[in-house]
């Protein structure tokens, strides 16, 4: 599986971002796909997941300005960044995985940048 993000930039804070995510390859089998991000010093973290079946979750210091969404036909994930506060300044992933002869295998995408300026 092969993921493609895009959609990073430069915002001042109180602004939206879109950032998208395709996939390719064996994407038949894609389970959960989701976003993560890495701040510089920190550890990468969750952002935002969701299931195949729609089923989403989203870290704390996201919930409420930021939503995921999932194409399923088009194999894109989709994350509507709102209300872009300093600390949403990281490289966001795009992850997706699926089972391989019975264990969970992750997918990364390329990472795109986004700068919240204040």
């Known amino acids: 599986v092969q993921l493609q993000a895009s959609g990073g930039g430069y915002v001042q804070a109180g602004g939206s971002l879109r950032l998208s995510c395709a996939a390719s390859g064996s994407i038949f089998s894609i389970n959960d796909m989701g976003w993560y991000r890495q701040a510089p010093g920190k550890q990468r973290e969750l952002v935002a997941g969701i299931t195949r079946g729609g089923t989403t979750n989203y870290a704390d210091s996201v919930k409420g300005r930021f939503t995921i969404s999932r194409d399923v036909a088009k194999n894109t994930v989709y994350l509507q960044m709102n209300s872009l506060k300093r600390e949403d300044t990281a490289v966001y992933y795009c992850?997706?995985?699926?089972?391989?002869?019975?264990?969970?295998?992750?997918?990364w995408g390329q990472g795109t940048l986004v700068t919240v300026s204040s």
């Open positions: 992850n997706c995985n699926r089972v391989s002869f019975g264990e969970v295998v992750n997918f």
